[in-house]
């Protein structure tokens, strides 16, 4: 594979989790090196993983998911996105510890997971393709973890702004909603 193409889907894949990596840098506002580290990871881990198990999976496992494998991701990023939104509107001081991270446990494996079904389909493009996956994967996962990086910091110095300050939680899930509705769109779900 050409690597001009190989770099042009790996930023394409790349994209989700570049903006989820902004709602959530905007819903922490201030990151520690843990959250950079472990949402990094997560989002380029779980773009890497994809295409291989989509790869493996072949043509078998394709025709049961495609025809809602969107709606998977849609609910994962609705959940998550909700549950910032609600967080953010539950009346809590702005002294009070915060109250959720989405850089840990469930709500982070969820947001990977969800960031990172496309990437499954490019895996079994490359199969059928018999595009070997070594590299692809590599690339796909390294370029999603530096954008990844790049969204929290653009989205931490949103939500430190103070217009944003009380909000940032509130754009951050309803970023993550957006996203979710984006990804039906595309699918064709809302054309009649």
């Not at 001009?4 to 989790?17: N, P, R, S």
């Not at 989002?43 to 790869?55: D, E, R, S």
């Not at 959720?100 to 393709?129: C, E, K, N, W, Y």
């Amino acid at each position: 594979m050409p690597t001009e193409k190989l770099l042009g889907i790996a930023v394409a894949l790349a994209m989700d989790a570049f903006a989820v990596a902004i709602a959530v840098g905007a819903g922490l506002r201030i990151i520690s090196f843990r959250q950079f580290f472990r949402l990094s990871w997560h989002f380029g881990l779980f773009q890497a993983l994809m295409p291989v198990l989509g790869w493996a999976a072949g043509l078998t496992v394709r025709k049961q998911i495609e025809d809602y494998d969107h709606w998977i991701a849609f609910a994962l990023l609705a959940l998550v996105g909700c549950h910032m939104i609600r967080e953010a509107l539950a009346d809590q001081p702005e002294s009070a510890p915060r109250k959720r991270d989405p850089t840990r446990g469930l709500s982070l494996i969820m947001l990977s997971v969800a960031t990172s079904i496309d990437a499954f389909a490019v895996g079994l493009s490359l199969s059928l393709l018999q595009i070997s996956i070594g590299t692809p994967a590599a690339v796909i996962g390294l370029v999603a973890g530096l954008f990844t990086l790049a969204g929290m910091i653009l989205g931490s110095r949103i939500g430190r702004l103070a217009r944003f300050s009380h909000f940032g939680e509130i754009i951050g899930g309803v970023v993550l909603l957006l996203i979710g509705f984006s990804i039906l769109w595309e699918h064709g779900v809302f054309n009649g």
